[in-house]
């Protein structure tokens, strides 16, 4: 259903820029966003966005250095991350779900891409 790309190797202080698309079975009202799991951690919350106006979360640890956009029509979302920590690297998750109720809680989303692995060498 979702179909992330764009992750690497990069230095401390880089950018990279993920995509997801969804699959044509998606509904483009669905809200999406980004989680990511670091080693040895639990998956948490990075952004989300709402189709309509739209609006747009940030967990506080990338707020200012990521951002995340919307195409409706692609059923796509971006997410581009400037100035990258060693903190950041990570398995980033694409996700969808129909309620634009809690964008940061994970029962909000009921499609999950396969990921893609972000490096952050210091």
């Known amino acids: 259903q979702l179909q992330a790309c764009g992750g690497g190797l990069v230095q401390a202080g880089g950018s990279l820029r993920l995509s997801c698309a969804a699959s044509a079975r998606t509904s483009s009202t669905y809200v999406m966003g980004w989680f990511r799991r670091a080693p040895g951690k639990g998956r948490e919350f990075v952004a989300g966005?709402?189709?309509?106006?739209?609006?747009?979360y940030y967990a506080d640890s990338v707020k200012g250095r990521f951002t995340l956009s919307r195409d409706n029509a692609k059923k796509a979302v971006y997410l581009q991350m400037d100035s990258l920590k060693p903190e950041d690297t990570a398995g980033y998750y694409c996700?969808?779900?129909?309620?634009?109720?809690?964008?940061?809680?994970?029962?909000?989303?009921?499609?999950w891409g396969q990921g893609t692995l972000v490096t952050v060498s210091s």
């Open positions: 996700a969808a779900g129909p309620s634009p109720l809690d964008l940061n809680r994970e029962s909000s989303y009921v499609y």
């Open positions: 966005t709402t189709s309509s106006g739209p609006t747009t």
